[in-house]
């Protein structure tokens, strides 16, 4: 489990967790070592969550922008292992310094693209669809070897239209887009490869931000669809696409945290 020091992956690994599932939770922020951006979040925190939700939980402190960590990673879960048979990214970092109104170059969401310095643009495509390459690059061998396995890109849907800024939607659409292009190349080996696409999550940075009144879902919701795609064993008619954690809700019959089951969240001004 991939960047899941906190938010959605934290979500995703507990989701994990509750199905009995042995998990490794991964990302940059560590209690032994730095952390992004100094929040109190860490992988161990992570981990512990999946032993007390019921699963197994294992942490492992790695850059996801580092082809030989990444490499190094899985080569540990192998040997730890002997397989992997669900790999999912949530690795984003596109919003580090966003404070809620501008981004650390002091633009806001949604400003116009000509009126804004090009040079971030590179840190989204890099914490998002680069670090889901890396990381769908180094597990594919095995999971092509064992002819099974699900890999899962956490992402937001771009199907419906623009989401608002320039940055983020063309990062999510990279990553969309790698899902079907990982789908095609791995469908012949019998590994299946797809996107996942939350709503609005109350996330711990969206809380700090003071937005959770308008978060639409917990970060469990994700986790609750990760695992109801991990346990059918007709997953891989969903090869390529982008699904919707509420559209899986109702699809496997699942929840979120508070026992609801959220609509799908539509995009609107504003939201990062």
Known sequence: MAGASRGVGRGIARGLAEAGATVIVTARSSETGPRT?????????????????????????????????????????????????VAVSSVWGGNEGYDGARYLDGAAWGTPFWRRSAEPYARFLEVGPYAALLFARAVAPAMVASRSGLLA???FGTEEGYLGDVFYDSAKAATNRLALAFAEELRPHG???????????????????GQEALATES????????????????????AGRVLHAADLARAYGFTDADGTQPERFRVGPGVA
């Open 37 to 85: 951006e100094m929040r109190s979040e860490a992988i161990e925190d992570t981990a512990r969550e999946v032993d007390a939700a019921g699963g197994q939980g294992h942490h492992y402190l790695c850059d996801h922008l580092s082809e030989r960590a990444v490499d190094e990673l899985v080569h540990w879960a192998l040997r730890r292992f002997g397989r992997i048979d």
């Open 153 to 155: 890109l956490v992402s």
């Open 191 to 209: 590994v299946t490869a797809l996107a996942l696409s939350p709503g609005f999550v109350a996330t711990e940075r969206v809380r700090d931000l």
């Open 219 to 238: 970060p469990l919701y994700a986790g609750r669809a990760l695992a109801a795609l991990a346990a059918d064993a007709e997953v891989a008619r969903h």
